[in-house]
Structures are given as C-alpha cells and as structure tokens.
C-alpha cells in the first residue's frame, strides 16, 4: 500500500468532521497567538521613557492659577512614582515653584494632574516643566 494511500485510509476516511472542525480551531488559534506575539515583540521594543507635556489653564473663582496638565509617555517602559516640577517664569526670574507627582504612568499613555499656582499666569509670564524623578 503506498503511502498517500494510507494517508487517505487513516486521516481522511476513519477521522470523523469534529475531529478536523477541533483541529483546524487550535491550529488557526495557535497561528493567530503566534502572529500577535510577534507583532508585539516587534511594535513594542523597550524604549526609554519619554515625556512630554501639554497645560492648560482652568481658572475658577476661588483658584485663579489653576492648571490643568496632560502628562504623556512616549516611550516604551512604565515609568512608575514620577515627580515633575512646574515653574512660574516672569521676565526670565523664577517667581514660583510647584511639585507633581504621578503614581504610575504607563508606556503609550497620558495621565492628567492638576496644580496651582497663587497668581493667574499673565500674557508675558511662562511655565516651565522638568521631570525630578522616576524608577
């Protein structure tokens, strides 16, 4: 008996539709595991993080120098206990100085803080951001 015979007797002919219907489910299963596997093995690297920030004022009647900040991390770790510093500028002298801490920021992600400083930001003052800390 040659082998394709043989092929045809045993797998084809004494293997019943729910055998096969179970087979082809795994294996198109475990080909689809393996492909998103990949994909992330190769989209996702471990980058360092990367930070960036966007403010916005939010003032109300009680809290003139309110801000709202959007932290985003670029990068491709989670960076976790973050510690920014946020600093009001006004014609290149350093009126005040406000610490943000963010538990927990993952990688491709934004998290939003809010602080205040005593005084609105008027048209010629600046606010400036630096990142203190993370692990």
Not at 50 to 77: C, I, M, S
Not at 111 to 124: G, H, K, Q, V, Y
């Amino acid at each position: 008996m040659s082998f394709f015979k043989a092929f045809s007797v045993h797998f084809l002919q004494e293997k019943n539709k729910l055998e096969w219907v179970v087979f082809f489910a795994g294996f198109i299963l475990l080909a689809g595991l393996l492909v998103y596997l990949s994909y992330q093995w190769i989209r996702f690297s471990e980058t360092a993080p990367r930070l960036t920030f966007e403010v916005k004022a939010v003032p109300e009647v009680f809290d003139p120098g309110r801000y709202q900040l959007h932290v985003y991390n670029e990068g491709g770790q989670t960076v976790k206990e973050v510690q920014l510093e946020a600093a009001l500028w006004r014609q290149q002298k350093l009126i005040e100085k406000t610490c943000i801490r963010l538990d927990l920021l993952p990688r491709h992600s934004v998290r939003t803080a809010w602080f205040s400083f005593r005084e609105p930001l008027p048209n010629n003052d600046s606010i400036g951001f630096h990142v203190l800390s993370y692990q």
